[in-house]
């Protein structure tokens, strides 16, 4: 259990992130879901909560989506459901139970670039855009690539909206056990984008594998074979308690070949 010696409620982002600056022991809350599992000590805890962050909204080319939306929220809200056919809504809906998705937020799990989430790798396939209080707009997969953690606050995420078809594939031991590995591809006219996550490490996309099938007049069996082949060629996995690397690399080719012909 995590524990801290201050609690402070912030009534502006600004106040917020001054507060946040003043001690590398202190740190921003989300749902807290998965800091209850750490055993560390900070010194201020700083709440978003007053901040009016739990917002989905459609404005212009862009679904916004505040860092304090619940996955739960991403489950059921319409706007969500209708996106690329609900992918991000399936990436949620078999994390644990409800009770914890209520509590779990979208911010605290993009901000930490957790390696075993489901919803990283379906934003990933999404044309996605993180947005800080400091560092300003930046795509989700220049933010992954990043090593360490950012002071900053993570105020909101931007999905270019788009008609398309999606695909989310996971595997698990257990239906509310974290995933071994998962994949999410989306097709959008014909360009399609591939999210590989639970490497166990960082979501990425299969930029090879994108390239084929974009570049491809035809998407045949052959094809889609071809293009899977290449995620083991430009992914790496590892081994940790759930899965082999070998077994990763194996079953992610079956799931994204899947997911592929689920999009065509």
Do not use: W
């Amino acid at each position: 259990m995590f524990s801290f010696s201050k609690y402070f409620l912030a009534q502006s982002l600004q106040e917020a992130y001054d507060e946040l600056l003043k001690s590398k022991k202190n740190i921003i809350l989300g749902g807290t879901s998965y800091l209850r599992m750490e055993n560390t000590s900070y010194n201020t805890a700083i709440d978003l909560s007053s901040l009016s962050l739990d917002y989905i909204k459609e404005e212009g080319e862009y679904i916004h989506i505040g860092a304090m939306v619940s996955f739960r929220e991403i489950e059921t809200n319409p706007i969500i459901l209708n996106l690329f056919d609900g992918i991000l809504s399936k990436s949620v809906e078999s994390i644990i139970g409800v009770q914890f998705r209520n509590n779990v937020t979208v911010g605290a799990t993009v901000f930490s670039k957790y390696g075993f989430s489901d919803l990283i790798p379906a934003l990933l396939s999404l044309d996605t855009t993180v947005v800080l209080f400091n560092g300003g707009e930046i795509s989700l997969e220049e933010y992954l690539s990043t090593e360490g953690k950012t002071r900053d606050i993570l105020v909101e995420i931007k999905i270019r909206k788009a008609a398309g078809k999606g695909a989310f594939q996971s595997i698990r031991k257990s239906k509310t056990d974290y995933a071994i590995t998962n994949t999410a591809v989306t097709n959008e006219n014909g360009n399609f984008r591939i999210a590989i996550g639970v490497r166990p490490g960082k979501a990425k996309l299969a930029h090879k594998a994108m390239k084929l099938l974009n570049n491809s007049d035809n998407i045949t069996d052959e094809v889609i074979d071809r293009a899977c082949a290449l995620i083991t060629e430009e992914i790496t996995f590892g081994s940790n308690m759930r899965g082999s690397s070998e077994y990763r690399a194996a079953i992610s080719k079956v799931m994204t070949k899947r997911a592929i012909k689920e999009v065509l």
